[in-house]
């Protein structure tokens, strides 16, 4: 399997913007469909967008459509998060995901995360 890291996160204003970069070693993740979760204290998990293995497809969970805009570069093996104008229900630990089926249909279904990055937003 690959594994992920996350980093980019960190504390801001509510109206900011923050980029998170997620890169992957060990297997390159050009052919494989790529997400972010995320996680709030005392949440579940919920899915926040996917791009496919060749950049073509993504998909957005409808509470971050507009503002946030998931990208890859698979030279660099690496998935980026662009969160603009965020909001303090943002607020959580942003999870890099793989799924480790090769070429598929992008779906929101990933088998294996990164430990997360912290992305805290204040009113």
């Known amino acids: 399997q690959v594994h992920l890291v996350e980093s980019g996160g960190g504390p801001v204003q509510a109206g900011a913007s923050l980029r998170l970069s997620c890169r992957g070693s060990?297997?390159?993740?050009?052919?494989?469909?790529m997400g972010w979760f995320r996680q709030a204290p005392g949440k579940e998990r919920e899915f926040v967008a996917s791009i496919s293995w060749g950049g073509r497809s993504t998909d957005y969970a409808e509470s971050v459509k507009g503002r946030f805009t998931i990208s890859r570069d698979n030279a660099k093996s690496t998935v980026y998060l662009i969160m603009d104008n965020l909001k303090p229900e943002d607020t959580a630990v942003y999870l890099c995901?793989?799924?480790?089926?090769?070429?598929?249909?992008?779906?929101?279904?990933?088998?294996?995360w990164g430990q997360g990055t912290q992305v805290t937003v204040s009113s």
């Open positions: 995901a793989a799924d480790h089926r090769l070429m598929a249909t992008l779906t929101r279904d990933f088998d294996s």
């Open positions: 060990g297997r390159t993740l050009s052919y494989y469909n």
